[in-house]
């Protein structure tokens, strides 16, 4: 999830974990347990591969395994710092919970997370809550902050953070009661529609959980949809591609590999010459829900241009200098009830 979150998810970790021993310096170690997964973005700058980058980002610095050697050093390094006061062990548990549990909090977006390496490279992705939902980050963090102001002596500094797990926890579950409804709301206008699926498959939109992306795929084409859980009209519409699978034979490198391990067969491509290739990844829907023609809907892909040297590899991304926020927002909110 977004930066913010883990912050403050790292933070709560801290505090529940330490909290009573070292006060807000707990809430301060967790809030950078919950930060170093992120730093491979380090990594991902000075290699400036965009496609390479989806292998690194969300991989070893966020696999369970290594998470479990990594906590050593950090929490020799605070052992050291407080000069034995505490045990290590305290110390570990706040560093490997505070490293695990942003794993595990991404694991629940559509993006991906190699939580299993170097066993696995399975992008595990829950997809019932978008990378940045303030409605999940807000209130953890209100109620966390309210509990800072009472001494890390008082019974009710610990019960307070608590709540801040209670309640961030019970708005993840209601995702996953909201991705149950859209999934059977999909499923049926499909079956009316008498569209026959390989699979059917959902992800919120950015900022919510209440309007959600549909995506249907057969061997030959791909569905995508919104369903929004407070839309006046009922009846669901769906857009189709056609998948043109056959066409990547041409364009076979390890670059194509890659995106097509992102994607997770939710893809399509389009050839609009013998020696160029579109690759439209969507397991995010549609960016613009306006839209049908793949450059304007789909906003991210990748291009493959053949020729004497080999296979050039591009990932096209949108110049947002002319976007208003205001503007997503906007959209956002009206197909909400529309």
Not at 171 to 178: A, P, Q, R, V, W
């Amino acid at each position: 999830m977004d930066s913010l979150t883990q912050i403050v998810l790292g933070a709560g970790i801290g505090e529940l974990v330490m909290g009573r021993k070292i006060g807000n310096k707990a809430i301060l170690l967790g809030a950078i347990a919950g930060t170093v997964p992120d730093l491979d973005v380090i990594a991902t700058s000075i290699i400036n591969d965009p496609i390479a980058n989806l292998e690194i980002h969300r991989g070893y610095s966020h696999a369970l395994f290594v998470h479990i050697f990594l906590a050593i050093p950090f929490a020799y390094l605070c052992f050291c710092l407080v000069k034995k006061k505490h045990n290590f062990m305290s110390f570990y548990w706040l560093w490997f919970l505070g490293f695990t549990t942003h794993a595990i909090l991404d694991g629940f977006t559509t993006y991906g997370t190699q939580l299993f390496l170097p066993f696995s490279n399975y992008l595990i992705g829950l997809n019932n809550i978008s990378v940045v939902d303030p409605l999940y980050t807000l209130p953890f963090m209100g109620i966390l902050i309210w509990a800072m102001f009472y001494k890390k002596e008082n019974p009710k500094r610990f019960k307070i953070a608590l709540w801040s797990f209670y309640v961030s926890s019970a708005y993840m579950l209601m995702t996953f009661g909201f991705k149950f409804r859209v999934h059977s709301q999909l499923d049926s206008a499909l079956q009316s529609q008498h569209i026959k699926y390989n699979y059917l498959y959902t992800s919120p939109t950015l900022f919510n959980s209440v309007l959600w992306s549909g995506i249907a795929a057969t061997d030959s084409f791909i569905y995508l949809s919104e369903y929004s859980i407070f839309q006046k009209d009922k009846e669901i519409k769906f857009t189709s591609y056609q998948r043109n699978q056959n066409d990547m034979q041409d364009f076979e490198c390890k670059e194509l590999q890659t995106i097509k391990w992102f994607a997770q067969d939710k893809f399509f491509v389009v050839r609009p010459s013998e020696d160029s290739l579109l690759f439209f990844n969507a397991k995010w829907g549609r960016a613009n829900f306006a839209k049908t023609e793949p450059k304007e809907s789909m906003v991210f892909y990748s291009q493959f241009t053949k020729s004497k040297n080999g296979i050039k590899a591009t990932m096209i991304e949108p110049d947002f200098k002319d976007t208003k926020f205001s503007d997503l927002l906007g959209m956002l909110w009206r197909r909400i009830w529309d």
